[in-house]
């Protein structure tokens, strides 16, 4: 379980489970080790071994362990989450980073120094809020033990190892670079980093530094701790390849794929019927050239589709070839470039990477090749030698062209593991958009077959055995219980009862067992707590409830049910006459004092019958089609992983009809496209299509294109419209009013062994979620869960306001609020909050949601919103009419609510209702 600080790093880092996971062994491993500069090691690793039975060695001179993450899952963020921790809990300052090139080394930089960057992995820490001071082997000679402005404490080394091993070297007798005398420091660089107490030191890419050199310089280094981090924790001797001995935790590409969630599924790719026997190997790399092209422009127009049908960033996919050699790469360059491939489209839009490259040209591609995610980046193509290894981050790279490869250097981690990071985040369970191609003709049954052994890369859970999971703390189910409930069953009601029924009633009743006596006042208190809420039923007022001509209906029928309820003791009107005049009193009290009147309504919306599209002309740029004639094949890299033909249209079509007609049929099957109406706009369209195709293309090539390819485009020309369609008129309609409903209780989960807490104890921030609180003297409820610390400061606010009478935070049952396409989603307010003159449904969101929906008109709080708003119209518009309070939405910024504020003051400001309108 974690404790208090790693619960914060994780939820401010937004940790997913395989990081948390590692965070919390972390932990363990922290709180176990001595972390001293002259540690026994045989006795420490005797201690961490009985936690970590798969450690045998911490293969350094100092403690050392590796966390095997498979590419893709984040590493660099747990190593700022693990950064962190040892700071917070420790108070560590002192860190060493270890970068294996200059492309980690500078984005090492970046994301561990960089507010600015969007990387940024302390962002969201209260200590990290001024960034770490970074020195690096550029600056560590004017390095100054002080504090600089603007800048925190803690001081994170960063050094390439290369650069680190050249300048740790004596050369021509002299001292190496890195240890001669700072006078500043009064010693070197490298013995201060020696002498630092606190020094620990972390190695991104581990598996590059198990060379002789790399361990002298980091064993030199005296640091507490090691932590590695990589994909591969193996080292290769020969041909045989030795697995580290210091893991503690596995996340490894297998279980990316097995989970499903963080990865794309790598597909390796080939032409059915294919002989590449046949091919000489330049026209093999046509051969796969062409067709990896092929799907490259299949992946961008289903890209495309995507992002318009769902509203998401658009990504730019691109393509990466893995050449042979230097002199192999230019061949390919040429050929790409040349007028004969794909009419020379591609011209401009292929960089080449090798290590023969030098000075402008090489700093020029590398730029290119770092901003290949922006969509002003004009690229579409790289080709590399052995030059994109770890480090190079991207989430568009959709294929991968290997060319002249073995199957086993076509599936390593260096080379897939470039294109398994997902553009979104996480999949979207769209297979276009999910999927890493891999074209591999000559290869591609070898592929299959290696993917397949149980030792392979996609199927091996392969470093260490999973160890048990170990069980979170116990936890259980609350009850948050409505203050009348709780009144209403209480058994000091019970028992108050049972006094006056033995006061008032008739001696044959009151000699009557006591226990019969008690049978009788549960039950009447029961049947009047229930019989008085239920009361919104009959009643068109809220104060009716106290009427007297109300309370004689409801005395009529508790007497009447009680009679019929226990017939053995002969019970008579009389004798029951004041013990349920008092349960009326009682719960009436309980209910005009403890509950907000929350009238019951059905909100939700309705669609008027009325829509269309907007003339528009074709958005044809992500459309470089070329006629082709083959079937492709492909088989899903992971276990259980199926064969399927790609689909990518290129099959031919029977030719039954014009294609415009054919592609127009696919596009009226959408229930939101009524051709009568629209089908000029979509004969329009597809003349734009084929305007298009015809500028680069001949009339057969494009009548071939069209027709191969009629589904994709019938799909992009329908995403489009759909960007042009008349918004529906969606209104919202209140039905069912009655003027009060039945508070309903809540639930809340806890740990166990945690107390409820006092609504205004002090905890971290990050904590607020798991607890449970009590303490209210305003609340509808006894206790209640918030789902943040913002939400708790709120109640808080609502608790001191003297202009506050009442408030809750509605169960998910409450409201009969309903929203979003078909209205099937329930709204579930944050807060009702009552003063002496108005009722607010209130809700408290983050500053950039409310901003979203202001600007954009769309989003959940928008919708929500706008659902709420009809809620409260209708309500005022019955309570105006039956002498209720009227109701008002209150949206409210996250960053306005402070333990200083008053609710009328937020009240007052929140955004303003005629933002928040429904454009028609």
Wanted: proline share 4%; with cysteine; aromatic share 10%.
């Amino acid at each position: 379980m974690l404790n208090s600080n790693a619960k914060f790093i994780n939820n401010r880092l937004a940790l997913r489970p395989p990081q948390r996971d590692s965070l919390e062994r972390f932990q363990q491993i922290v709180d176990i080790l001595s972390l001293s500069k002259t540690p026994d090691l045989i006795e420490e690793l005797q201690k961490i071994r009985e936690a970590f039975p798969t450690l045998t060695s911490f293969e350094r001179d100092f403690p050392s362990v590796c966390f095997a993450i498979a590419t893709g899952i984040g590493k660099t963020r747990l190593m700022g989450a693990l950064i962190a921790y040892l700071h917070y809990q420790k108070g560590i300052k002192n860190f060493f980073v270890m970068a294996p090139n200059l492309t980690i080394y500078k984005k090492l930089k970046a994301d561990l120094g960089d507010p600015a960057c969007e990387k940024y992995v302390f962002r969201g820490l209260d200590r990290f809020v001024n960034p770490p001071r970074i020195i690096d082997g550029d600056n560590y000679e004017e390095f100054r033990y002080s504090q600089k402005i603007g800048y925190s404490n803690i001081i994170i080394n960063i050094f390439n190892i290369s650069k680190l091993n050249s300048e740790s070297k004596t050369s021509n007798g002299k001292p190496a670079r890195i240890k001669r005398l700072n006078e500043v420091l009064g010693e070197s660089y490298f013995q201060y980093l020696q002498s630092l107490p606190d020094l620990c030191i972390f190695m991104d890419e581990s598996h590059h530094y198990h060379a002789d050199r790399s361990f002298d310089v980091i064993n030199e280094l005296r640091p507490i701790l090691g932590v590695e981090l990589t994909a591969t924790p193996q080292i290769q001797n020969g041909t045989r390849k030795i697995d580290f001995k210091n893991v503690v935790y596995e996340y490894s590409l297998a279980h990316a794929l097995n989970d499903g969630l963080y990865v794309k599924v790598p597909v390796v790719v080939t032409r059915k019927d294919f002989r590449p026997e046949e091919y000489s190997p330049e026209q093999l790399d046509h051969e796969k050239l062409n067709d990896g092209i092929r799907i490259h422009e299949e992946t961008k127009s289903k890209l495309d589709v995507y992002a318009r049908t769902f509203r998401k960033p658009l990504v730019k996919p691109f393509v990466l070839v893995v050449a042979k050699d230097t002199e192999h790469s230019r061949q390919i360059r040429e050929y790409l470039t040349s007028t004969d491939f794909f009419h020379g489209y591609y011209k401009d839009k292929v960089l080449e990477i090798n290590s023969a490259q030098r000075g402008a040209e090489k700093d020029e591609n590398i730029e290119l090749l770092l901003s290949l995610e922006h969509p002003v980046n004009r690229i579409e193509i790289v080709i590399h030698v052995n030059m994109l290894k770890e480090g190079w981050d991207v989430t568009n790279l959709y294929t991968i062209i290997p060319l002249r490869a073995s199957a086993s250097e076509t599936l390593t981690e260096q080379t897939i593991g470039r294109g398994l990071r997902l553009p979104y985040g996480q999949r979207t369970r769209e297979d276009e958009v999910d999927r890493l191609s891999i074209v591999s003709h000559d290869r591609y049954e070898a592929i299959v077959k290696l993917a397949n052994d149980p030792n392979s890369l996609v199927r091996r859970v392969y470093y260490i055995d999973p160890a048990d999971p170990q069980n979170d703390e116990q936890r259980e189910t609350v009850e948050l219980t409505s203050v009348y409930d709780e009144l209403t069953n209480a058994e000091s009601f019970t028992e108050q009862l049972v006094l006056t029924l033995n006061e008032t009633a008739s001696e044959h009743v009151v000699s009557k067992p006591t226990e019969q006596a008690m049978q009788v006042a549960q039950f009447i208190a029961r049947l009047a707590s229930r019989t008085v809420m239920e009361l919104g039923k009959q009643v068109k007022t809220f104060d009716a409830t106290t009427d007297e001509e109300t309370k004689k209906l409801v005395h009529t029928s508790i007497v009447a049910e009680t009679i019929r309820q226990f017939p053995t003791l002969e019970l008579k009107k009389e004798d029951l006459t004041a013990v349920v005049e008092k349960a009326i009193e009682t719960c009436t009290q309980a209910l005009t004092e403890n509950i907000i009147p929350i009238p019951q309504a059905v909100v939700q919306p309705f669609t008027e019958v009325k829509h269309g599209f907007y003339d528009f002309q074709l958005d044809t740029s992500n459309m470089k089609w070329h006629p082709s004639e083959d079937t492709l094949i492909g088989t899903e890299l992971q276990e259980g992983g199926e064969t399927f033909e790609f689909n990518a249209d290129f099959a031919l079509f029977p030719k039954t009809d014009t294609v415009e007609n054919e592609i127009v049929r696919h596009i009226i099957v959408h229930d939101n496209v009524d051709y009568s109406t629209s089908f000029e706009l979509i004969y329009s369209l597809i003349a734009d299509a084929r305007k298009h195709f015809l500028s680069y293309l001949t009339s057969e090539e494009t009548e071939k294109v069209m027709r191969d390819r009629q589904r994709s485009l019938a799909q992009i020309i329908y995403a489009q419209m759909n960007e042009h369609f008349y918004k529906e008129e969606t209104g919202y309609r209140a039905s069912n009013m009655r003027p009060f409903t039945r508070i309903e209780t809540g639930f809340g989960g806890k740990f166990k062994s945690d107390d409820l807490y006092d609504l205004r104890a002090t905890m971290p921030d990050s904590e607020v979620k798991s607890k449970i609180f009590k303490g209210f003297t305003k609340a509808c409820h006894t206790l209640y869960k918030f789902d943040n610390n913002t939400e708790r400061k709120f109640a808080i606010v609502l608790e001191n306001d003297t202009g506050v009478l009442k408030w809750m935070r509605p169960s998910a049952k409450q409201f009969n609020i309903y929203y979003g396409q078909g209205g099937v989603s329930r709204y579930e307010p944050d807060f009702i909050v009552e003063t002496a003159d108005t009722i607010y449904m209130a809700e408290t969101k983050a500053a950039n949601e409310v901003q979203n929906a202001l600007q954009n008109k769309n989003g959940d709080v928008w919708v929500k919103s706008i659902a709420a708003q009809e809620y409260c119209r209708a309500v005022t518009e019955w309570n105006a009419k039956n002498g209720g309070k009227p109701w008002e939405y209150a949206l409210i910024s996250h960053d306005e609510v402070r333990l200083q504020s008053s609710f009328t003051y937020l009240a007052k400001n929140r955004v303003a209702s005629e933002q928040l309108t429904l454009e028609v």
